[in-house]
């Protein structure tokens, strides 16, 4: 079980108000992301459920049990970190071992729970190596097996992959996914990137300066962002934001377009833009315009698109995806 | 930022330049252990005798035989060994608090430690030997033993500061979250991390411990007396026995300038408490 | 990791360190402070008395204060200028590409770990000994009239040999400044032009700063209390001549038995000292919240 649940959870740095107040309701063999921008203390969060920091306020329970007096250890939680904070004295083994060792199991218990998690990670051939001898995807898995032998309630990630390369970061991410598939262990990840986040989570967390701003399933903040700072924060590109004239025929103070979500045509089209950088990537290409009086604006279209500087080309946002929000930047609902 | 020379002889030139400062500076430790193996007629010989004089180990075994050399010897190991032993324990809880439980209050800490260092020994002397006359602790080994570990402390705690602080706090985290207890964190993770900064702290003060010439020459006569004392006994002005007082230098000098040599690049940080690396 | 169990357990573990060393510079500082206020004497066992400022006025009013300050001062500064000079050119020296540099790198930091007796004692018989030393010899090689050291320039042979025994230290430290230069700093003052002794003076010499005075900071406390090369060698002498604070107040307690003259001298000794000690501290404290 592993249902984790914060209730008005605050941290002060001294005057520093990091997070000022934050209810969450985890629910057990959820796969929870947490989001937002550098600094909004994604990482403060993890650690106060971690136990390595003391919450200045509120509540955290797990399974119910109030636990902010709890020891990290106490907590049945297992933590995987960004550098992998391996022991550089110990083996792989001895590693992944620790933990068992320190909750007093016996020799057999521990030799084989070692062995398990190493096959699960294809780390048994490399036992006996300290991480120094280790490539970075094959810490990570050492610092995943150390996390996994615990059988903890749950598993706290903080931006696991961002030492990876970029292909590796892919396979990593499969990994994950397919480990929480199969112990179906509630996990809880902190990243930064858009990927991660859209495809392992089932659930989203988006914070800005200690503070919540939307909760839900990927595609529900894809589709409907309850404000602009969500809005602009899930997708990639950007989300158009216009403001103005154009917006106001549409009953919205600020008007959100996302960039697949507009047509595009060299012949006719609802807004005249003129093509002022085009980015081939082969599947698609981005193209930053100018539109006639609303100004720059980014638009993604499949497909290779001969287009280049000074091009004339016309835009036809989907009318149906259109996002409107008000002048405190609330999505509004109402039609 | 090594300099290489453009011309082969220009470089042979400057090696053999700083070859010949190099061996003036150390002329006169090369002229003592030289000295060590000459007989006392021919030590005082004028003018000198470079390697043409009769080679002789009587010196060093008259040292022994005269003077009870190994005794003192044992105590300078004695004293620098066991202050260096006990401060460990000591500057280790206190510097891994420091490092890693840091509180508002540390830093001042810290510095308040670094001044203990710069208060001049005599400023201490009168009531230091007055105590120690009262409790019996005048040239009594634990005694000085204990004057020593104060004295380096202040470095100990600093040189393994800074090395403690080079430790990822992640992997102390790490093994809170396997439930590692305080001591068992200590034990398991962080010791063997710091072996390395452990030893070169180790070093560096049983360096000074062995040389230390203030305290050893106010507070011991003869039986807590470490080599210092014993080589000062040697500045009396009856008779020049200058090859015995080089076998007898040699003897004890030699150990700590091996250990020296091998721990010469943990030394700075030693010496300038972290602030040149 | 600054949980409350945590931040505990770290005031524990540190206070025995700090309470120890507590004790041992503030309290004995402490009486040091309130002797110096009584007249005592070891000789006048139950004589005690308050004297207020008297020993302070004594001490301060006393010729041998002002010969051992003069001396004090003398000692430090040219002992400082040769070690921190000596110290940029034998470690400018050892930058370059020598043959045998880590050999002879040794040789030269040997003598810091040279015990102050033995050194005191080397230098003065083998070395600087009027009939039978090495100096003597060469002066003799060469006709002159060899220097009887010890009666006729005693504050220079302390000088001498203090410094060799500083000098490692010195070069050690600025190696590895120099070391830690950027290679790239000195290409880019080549590609504009300068020359060697150009980037001495504009780019090493100012690198070097912090480590000079680092130097020049721990030395002046170790050398303000210089003792043991006095102790062995002139025992302060002839006269007053090799006598330092240090020493003046060791004859004070333990030859003279004047604890409270003594500890006037102590005090004294401690103010000098702290002078150069803030200084320190200050640019120790602004290193560590790097
Ligand atoms: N120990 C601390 N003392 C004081 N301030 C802190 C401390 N730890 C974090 N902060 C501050 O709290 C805020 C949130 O930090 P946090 O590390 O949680 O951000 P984050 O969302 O994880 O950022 P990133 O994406 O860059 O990792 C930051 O402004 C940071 O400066
Ligand atoms: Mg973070």
Redesign the interface.
């Given at each position: 079980m592993g249902a984790i649940r914060l209730e008005k959870v605050r941290k002060t740095f001294g005057n520093l108000d990091v997070i000022p107040g934050v209810d969450l309701d985890i629910n057990d063999g959820e796969f929870v992301v947490f989001v937002g921008p550098s600094g909004c203390g994604k990482s403060t969060l993890l650690r106060l459920i971690a136990g390595l920091e003391d919450v200045s306020g509120g509540k955290i329970l797990i399974d119910g049990t109030d636990v902010v007096d709890a020891s990290p250890a106490k907590r049945g939680l297992s933590m995987v970190f960004q550098s992998y904070a391996l022991y550089p004295h110990m083996t792989v083994y001895n590693n992944i071992a620790f933990g068992l060792k320190m909750a007093g199991e016996s020799k057999a218990v521990i030799e084989e729970k070692v062995r398990n998690a190493a096959d699960i990670l294809n780390l048994t051939d490399y036992l006996d190596r300290r991480p120094g001898a280790l490539s970075g995807g094959q810490r990570q898995r050492v610092a995943i097996g150390r996390a996994i032998v615990r059988n903890p309630a749950a598993f706290l990630f903080d931006e696991p992959l961002s030492n990876l390369d970029a292909s590796l970061r892919v396979n990593m991410r499969l990994e994950i996914t397919a480990l929480h598939q199969s112990l179906k262990t509630t996990m809880v990840y902190v990243t930064h990137d858009q990927v991660e986040a859209m495809t392992m989570a089932n659930k989203i967390v988006v914070l800005q300066a200690g503070r919540v701003e939307q909760v839900g399933a990927p595609m529900e903040l894809y589709n409907r962002p309850a404000n602009k700072f969500v809005a602009g924060f899930i997708g990639s590109p950007k989300m158009n934001f216009i403001e103005g004239a154009y917006a106001g025929q549409r009953n919205s103070h600020t008007l959100g377009i996302r960039p697949e979500h507009i047509a595009v045509s060299t012949e006719s089209g609802e807004i005249a833009a003129t093509v002022k950088i085009a980015e081939h990537l082969g599947a698609e290409t981005y193209l930053h315009v100018v539109a006639d009086d609303i100004g720059p604006m980014t638009v993604r279209a499949t497909g290779e698109m001969p287009l280049g500087e000074h091009d004339r080309i016309w835009l036809t946002p989907d009318a149906t995806r259109l996002h409107r929000f008000d002048a405190h930047g609330q999505a509004i609902t109402a039609p | 930022m090594e300099k290489t020379f453009k011309s082969p002889l220009k470089h042979i030139a400057f090696s053999v330049f700083a070859w010949l400062v190099g061996l003036m500076i150390f002329f006169p430790i090369f002229w003592m252990v030289l000295t060590s193996f000459k007989s006392e007629l021919d030590a005082i010989s004028m003018p000198p005798m470079f390697f043409d004089f009769d080679w002789t180990l009587a010196n060093y075994v008259e040292v022994q035989a005269r003077s009870n050399y190994f005794k003192f010897a044992m105590n300078s190991v004695v004293l620098s060994v066991g202050s260096t032993l006990i401060g460990l324990v000591f500057a280790v809880t206190c510097a891994w608090a420091m490092a890693f439980s840091p509180t508002k209050r540390t830093k001042n800490a810290l510095l308040w430690m670094l001044s203990t260092k710069m208060m001049p020994p005599v400023g201490v002397l009168v009531p230091i030997y007055l105590v120690f006359r009262d409790w019996g602790l005048l040239d009594n080994r634990f005694g000085i033993m204990m004057v020593l570990f104060l004295m380096n402390l202040p470095i100990m705690v600093w040189m393994l500061y800074t090395y403690f602080k080079e430790i990822p706090k992640d992997i102390l985290e790490a093994a809170r979250m396997d439930g590692a207890t305080m001591p068992k964190e200590i034990l398991f993770v962080l010791l063997p991390m710091a072996v390395p900064g452990i030893a070169s702290t180790m070093l560096l003060n049983i360096i000074l411990a062995w040389n230390e010439a203030f305290w050893t020459l106010n507070l011991t006569t003869s039986d807590a007396a470490p080599l210092t004392a014993f080589i000062a006994s040697y500045s009396s002005p009856e008779g020049l026995f200058w090859a015995k007082l080089s076998a007898a230098s040699t003897m004890a000098v030699a150990p700590i300038l091996i250990i020296g040599w091998f721990s010469q690049k943990q030394l700075v940080r030693g010496l300038t408490f972290g602030a040149v690396k | 990791?600054?949980?409350?169990?945590?931040?505990l357990?770290?005031?524990?573990?540190?206070a025995?360190?700090?309470i120890?060393?507590f004790l041992?510079?503030i309290?004995?500082?402490g009486?040091?402070i309130y002797?110096s206020f009584l007249r005592y004497n070891l000789l006048m066992p139950g004589m005690e008395e308050w004297t207020g400022l008297d020993n302070y006025y004594f001490f301060l009013t006393d010729p041998a204060f002002f010969a051992s300050l003069a001396n004090t001062l003398l000692l430090v500064g040219s002992v400082l200028i040769i070690t921190v000079v000596g110290g940029i050119l034998?470690g400018l020296?050892?930058?370059?590409?020598?043959?045998?540099r880590g050999i002879?790198?040794?040789?030269?930091?040997?003598?810091?770990?040279?015990?102050?007796?033995?050194?005191?004692?080397?230098?003065?018989?083998?070395?600087m000994h009027p009939?039978?030393g090495?100096f003597?010899?060469i002066a003799t090689?060469f006709g002159l009239q060899p220097i009887d050291w010890f009666s006729e320039a005693p504050l220079t042979a302390i000088i001498i040999m203090v410094a060799?025994q500083w000098?490692?230290?010195a070069v050690?430290?600025l190696l590895?400044?120099?070391?830690?230069?950027?290679?790239d700093q000195?290409e880019a003052a080549q590609m504009d032009g300068a020359g060697p002794i150009s980037i001495f003076f504009y780019i090493t010499l100012p690198h070097l700063g912090?480590?000079i005075t680092?130097v020049i900071l721990?030395e002046t406390?170790f050398l303000?209390?210089v003792?043991?090369e006095i102790?062995?060698?002139t025992g302060g002498g002839p006269g007053l001549a090799t006598t330092n604070?240090?020493f003046l107040?060791?004859t004070q307690?333990?030859l003279q038995y004047d604890?409270g003259g003594?500890?006037a001298?102590?005090?004294v000794?401690?103010i000098?000292?702290?002078i150069?000690?803030i200084f320190?501290?200050r640019?120790?404290?602004k290193?560590?919240?790097r």
């Open positions: - | - | 990791m600054s949980t409350r169990s945590s931040t357990t770290g005031r524990i573990m540190a025995p360190s700090i120890i060393l041992w510079m309290v004995p500082l009486m040091t002797f034998l020296m050892l930058d370059q590409a020598i043959f045998g002879l790198r040794l040789l030269i930091i040997a003598p810091f770990f040279i015990m102050p007796t033995v050194n005191a004692l080397v230098w003065k018989n083998l070395l009939v039978s090495m003597a010899w090689s060799w000098l490692p230290f050690l430290i590895t400044a120099l070391q830690s230069l950027d290679r000195r912090r480590a680092v721990i406390i303000l209390t003792f043991a102790f062995v060698t604070i240090a107040v060791y307690a333990l604890i003594a500890s001298g102590g005090i000794a401690v000098l000292a702290n150069v000690a320190l501290v640019l120790i404290g290193n560590l919240d």
